[in-house]
Nanobody
Framework: QVELVESGGGLVQPGGSLRLSCAAS????????MGWYRQPPGKQRELVAG???????NYADSVKGRFAISRDNAKNTVYLQMNSLRPEDTAVYLC?????????????????WGQGTQVTVSP
């Protein structure tokens, strides 16, 4: 069983900052790429930022220069530092991890999702 637990969401004023965390726990071989997605009210889920196991990152154009993704491999944790927040950043933020799991003698990669954390940017 693998579980992703997010924390750090909340209400913040425009221009403010928040830091999200997502920790993977359970039984697995390794955690590969990790990423943050968001789903604004009434809209589709979109990629915010991703990071590989060796630290290569990618960002949505809308957050470049404002958000920074990082990870601590020893803790199987990914972070999202969000600065200069805007009302349009309001969404449920979800963590995703590509995890290698083992079932007997077979191992395979599987995507796991966190439960999501609400970020609201409002005066």
């Amino acid at each position: 069983q693998v579980e992703l637990v997010e924390s750090g969401g909340g209400l913040v004023q425009p221009g403010g900052s928040l830091r999200l965390s997502c920790a993977a726990s359970g039984r697995f071989v390794s955690v590969n790429a990790m990423g943050w997605y968001r789903q604004p009210p009434g809209k589709q889920r979109e990629l915010v930022a991703g990071i590989t196991s060796i630290g290569t990152t990618n960002y949505a154009d809308s957050v470049k220069g404002r958000f920074a993704i990082s990870r601590d491999n020893a803790k199987n944790t990914v972070y999202l530092q969000m600065n200069s927040l805007r009302p349009e950043d309001t969404a449920v933020y979800l963590c995703k991890a590509d995890v290698r799991v083992r079932n007997g003698i077979v191992s395979y990669n599987y995507d796991f999702w966190g439960q999501g954390t609400q970020v609201t940017v409002s005066p």
